[in-house]
């Protein structure tokens, strides 16, 4: 029995100590933290900077909000949430903070409450690194007379700006950044220096049609979403995807090829470890050895044009079975793309024979019940269903050709080809953004939707990159092309 006893009192000593230590964790740092509904919240502090950056974790523990009123008052002259991972700003969380001129807003950003910079009489520069989040009465009231508000390029619409203005008596100034490296003669896009999980390659930068994506352009970038166009046009100008251009992209998802890209060079889905599903358009006719070389779980490929040229290997050691969805290859095509590629396990799907298959089936379906209807009129039953059963094979083979779209849409609705779907980007139940985009189908978060919980279009959440495989390749030499 005092052996049980000595045993409690010396785990409440140590319970004892563990709180002594978890108190003294929180006052060793200069933010102030709490608890929040699961998460920890920063609530005032205690350093003397007057610049300020928000930290994406202190001490291990992930900071998801600013406390309201947690700040007020403070002398601070610039604060920059780069790197965190903040989603709410609570109200008057930086209120009459009289010295501030600048403030750097993080991409995960959803709620600006009521009166957080209302006060701010210098605040002149406010930069959003992500799509416009909710934002609270008077949020921005009374700053200083003229603001330069910073948004990434194609990130906010004319609407969108047009709304921020509302929360400000001020005079609001709207400057695109632009995280593009582009040619000089500004059609090619040879760079990114922005961070964001999500990319849209515009139709134009500046007036200046993108025709071209460069060698090397988005290497090693921890990009999940690839999009085509802009807020108000789906498409590309694009024509050529260069060497590498996507090279070592291991979190890079589903991926479409639009329409008007032609060439995809050697490697430039090289390494694109978590990529499951790719659409290739009609006007793709060139693709380059090991194009998607170690895409290790890709299962499915849509061809929808005609068979493209080919060298050798584009698809080398991907181990799952691959479906190749084509639309009439030939015996010989189908040889050749098995003899290119390193690789034999795949299974080929000719999309043309399913939809003309299950046309005429429709069709002989329609033409049997159209001529036992119709054959009574013009004599006796028996004789209508005769030739219903002849006049329906005949009429049959001749409507599979008219059902074909119908039949396309259930054959489409399979895979074969992405869908344009509007995909919320905002998180905001009350100020809500679509982009129309061209997405593959399939595309869903971890959560199991078939909508990403947000999207963001400029600098991104510095997520884990994936280690699996637990490296990142070097550039491979291109192979010579040349044959005999």
């Known amino acids: 029995m005092i052996i049980i006893i000595l045993i409690i009192i010396l785990f409440l000593f140590l319970c004892l100590l563990k709180l002594k230590q978890n108190q003294e964790y929180f006052e060793t740092t200069d933010f102030k933290l709490e608890l929040y509904d699961k998460f920890y919240q920063i609530n005032g502090y205690n350093g003397s900077l007057f610049e300020i950056t928000i930290p994406h974790t202190i001490y291990n523990i992930n900071i998801t909000r600013i406390k309201n009123g947690a700040f007020n008052y403070y002398g601070f002259r610039k604060v920059d949430f780069t790197g965190s991972k903040i989603t709410s700003i609570g109200d008057s969380a930086f209120l009459n903070c009289i010295e501030l001129t600048s403030v750097i807003l993080p991409d995960t950003l959803n ?33 200083a007379n003229n603001v330069n508000v910073n948004v990434h390029i194609f990130s906010w619409s004319d609407n969108d700006k047009n709304n921020f203005k509302t929360y400000s008596n001020k005079t609001i100034n709207f400057i695109d950044l ?128 005609r068979y493209p040229v080919i060298i050798f290997g584009i698809f080398n050691n991907i181990s799952n079975k691959l479906t190749i969805n084509h639309h009439s ?63 329906g094979i005949v009429a049959g083979l001749a409507a599979g050709t008219a059902t074909s779209t119908l039949t396309n849409i259930v054959i489409d609705n399979q895979n074969p080809k992405p869908s344009y779907q509007d995909i919320v980007i905002s998180t905001s139940t009350s100020t809500t953004t679509k982009y129309n985009s061209p997405i593959a189908p399939n595309l869903s978060e971890a959560d199991g939707t078939d909508t990403p919980d947000k999207v963001n279009v400029s600098d991104e959440i510095n997520e884990p990159i994936k280690t699996n495989p637990p490296y990142i390749y070097d550039e491979p030499p291109i192979a010579s092309t040349t044959t005999n």
């Open 329 to 391: 290859w030939t015996k010989e095509n189908i040889d050749d793309f098995k003899n290119k590629n390193f690789y034999n396990k795949f299974d080929f799907v000719n999309l043309d024979e399913n939809k003309n298959l299950l046309g005429n089936v429709l069709g002989v379906a329609v033409g049997l019940v159209v001529g036992a209807v119709a054959g009574p009129l013009a004599g006796s039953i028996s004789g209508g269903i005769a030739g219903g059963i002849a006049g």
């Open 178 to 305: 632009n995280y593009f490296k582009l040619s000089s003669d500004g059609s090619t896009i040879n760079g990114y220096s922005g961070t964001s999980d999500t990319i849209i390659i515009p139709l134009k930068i500046n007036g200046i049609n993108i025709t071209e994506i460069g060698d090397n352009a988005f290497k090693h970038k921890s990009i999940k979403y690839l999009y085509w166009g802009d807020l108000n046009n789906i498409g590309t100008n694009v024509k050529t995807i260069g060497n590498y251009a996507f090279i070592n992209c291991i979190n890079l998802l589903d991926l479409t090829i639009p329409n008007n890209i032609t060439t995809i060079g050697s490697f430039a889905f090289f390494n694109c470890s978590s990529l499951s599903y790719i659409y290739i358009s009609k006007d793709v006719t060139d693709i380059k050895p090991d194009a998607f070389t170690l895409c290790t779980e890709l299962t499915k490929i849509t061809f929808e044009g």
């Open 111 to 143: 709620t600006i409450g009521n009166d957080v910079f209302k006060g701010c009489s210098k605040l002149s520069s406010i930069t959003f690194n992500g799509i416009k989040p909710t934002i609270g009465t008077n949020a921005f009231y009374n700053i």
